[in-house]
């Protein structure tokens, strides 16, 4: 089970930080992966963190102003987001794959079909 956390309102240039608490599963032999949505778009990858945080991966438009982490002491996943933009608001997701190494390989934009578990979401809302 993966629990999202952290959302909130913010202005352009701010920051937040999320959080994806993860239960019930050996959290450090796995992936995770976040995603956002838009209502009415398809969900779209923002980056991810390998087991042993051997790969992390951002997707283009958020390179340089998100940081993903992991702590596998806390079974805990973060998003680190600066600078954040209008075009950022969106409820953002995590996910994590079926199999263990698997779901985060370098400069391998992800695909949200490689990921079995999501958190619920949180609402990151962004106010120019």
């Known amino acids: 089970q993966l629990q999202a956390s952290g959302g909130g309102l913010v202005q352009a240039g701010g920051s937040l930080r999320l959080s994806c608490a993860a239960s019930?599963?050996?959290?450090?032999?796995?992936?995770i992966a976040w995603f956002r949505q838009v209502p009415g778009k398809e969900r779209e990858g923002v980056g991810c963190?390998?087991?042993?945080?051997?790969?992390?991966f951002y997707e283009d438009p958020v390179k340089g102003r998100f940081t993903i982490s992991r702590d596998d002491a806390k079974n805990t996943a973060y998003l680190q987001m600066n600078n954040l933009k209008s075009e950022d608001t969106a409820i953002y997701y995590c996910a994590t794959p079926l199999a263990s190494d698997y779901g985060c390989w370098r400069d391998t934009p992800l695909k949200y079909q490689w990921y079995n578990y999501w958190g619920q979401g949180t609402q990151v809302t962004v106010s120019s």
């Open positions: 963190i390998s087991r042993s945080n051997s790969v992390i």
């Open positions: 019930g599963f050996t959290f450090d032999d796995y992936a």
